[in-house]
C-alpha cells in the first residue's frame, strides 16, 4: 500500500507531462503534406478492417482450446 501511495503521483506527472508535450503538436500542417496522411489513414483503416476478423477467429479458437480439456474432463 506504501508503494501504491508513492505510483500514483508519479503516474500522475507522467500523464500531465505527456499531455504538455502532446499539446504543441497540434501545430498546422503543411498543405502539401496533408493528402499523404490522408492516404495513410486510409490504407491503415482498411488494414484494421482486415485484421478484425482474423483476431476475432484467433480469440475464438483460444477459448474453445481452454474450454475443450475441461469439458473432455467432466464427461470421462
Do not use: C, E, Y
Not at 493528402?35 to 480469440?59: R, S
Amino acid at each position: 500500500m506504501k508503494s501504491l501511495k508513492r505510483v500514483i503521483p508519479f503516474l500522475a506527472s507522467v500523464v500531465a507531462l505527456m499531455g504538455l508535450s502532446i499539446a504543441p503538436a497540434h501545430a498546422a500542417l503543411n498543405p502539401a503534406i496533408a493528402p499523404a496522411f490522408t492516404g495513410l489513414q486510409t490504407d491503415v483503416l482498411a488494414l484494421v478492417d482486415m485484421v478484425w476478423p482474423v483476431l476475432i477467429a484467433v480469440t475464438v479458437a483460444f477459448i474453445i482450446l481452454r474450454l475443450f480439456p475441461k469439458a473432455a474432463n467432466k464427461a470421462v
